[in-house]
């Protein structure tokens, strides 16, 4: 893909957030409406285009780790939120944040995982499980090498410890399992299909009326460069 391409002739080691969604929404998986900026009007502009309450994120291949760098400001609901939010990140004397993103704020106490990873001996796999602060916590994930049919996406699904936490919840709905097997089996395939991506980190995916939505995403590559 040109994303990819683009980004080894430029010895990337990964994609930013902004590019791997676009990947991911290549293979029909779906992600969060967002769009990167340089200016504050221009993410005035864009949080008003897609609704309030809006996330601003520092952006960039240089981002991969945004949480850390605390990076991120949540459920922004108006625009002097938005402003203040943007000139705390503008003006940080530690790192130097030239383009943002603005993306729509996506809520749910349901944090799901999904990824994959290049195994020297077993090629792509893919895995599933908890999400958020609870993946490197639990440690709940169940993997498969790719491809991926129906049945495996599902037998994952069922494989997992916290398993419940897809049935009915809270007065939510139970997770879309067909859409979310559609997203892990275009994980494997995307991994198939592109040998330089040697990772892939969707967390959290959070459930929006019970169907799966990227809301962070990471392709880290293999440059032979």
């Keep these: 893909m040109e994303l990819i391409q683009n980004a080894l002739d430029r010895d990337a080691k990964n994609l930013s957030e902004y590019e791997s969604k676009r990947v991911l929404s290549a293979y029909g998986i779906p992600v969060t ?89 077993f090629g792509p796999c893919v895995m599933f499980g908890l999400g958020g602060i609870m993946a490197e916590v639990l440690e709940d994930i169940a993997i498969r090498v790719a491809p991926l049919s129906e049945f495996d996406a599902m037998d994952m699904m069922d494989d997992i410890r916290a398993k419940k936490i897809l049935n009915a919840f809270r007065g939510k709905p139970p997770v879309d399992r067909a859409a979310l097997a559609q997203l892990l089996m275009a994980l494997g395939k995307l991994g198939l299909e592109n040998e330089a991506v040697t990772e892939i980190d969707i967390n959290p995916v959070k459930l929006v009326d019970g169907k799966p939505v990227a809301v962070d995403a990471l392709i880290v590559l293999k440059n032979e460069g």
């Design 33 to 121: 409406r967002e769009k990167t900026v340089r200016t504050k009007d221009e993410a005035i502009a864009a949080a008003t285009d897609m609704g309030y309450p809006v996330v601003l994120k520092g952006s960039g291949e240089a981002m991969s780790h945004k949480t850390e760098l605390d990076l991120i400001a949540l459920d922004l609901k108006d625009e002097q939120s938005l402003k203040e939010a943007f000139g705390e990140f503008k003006n940080r004397q530690d790192i130097t944040v030239e383009e943002f993103l603005v993306q729509q704020m996506v809520k749910g106490n349901r944090e799901l995982l999904a990824g994959l990873k290049r195994d020297p001996q």
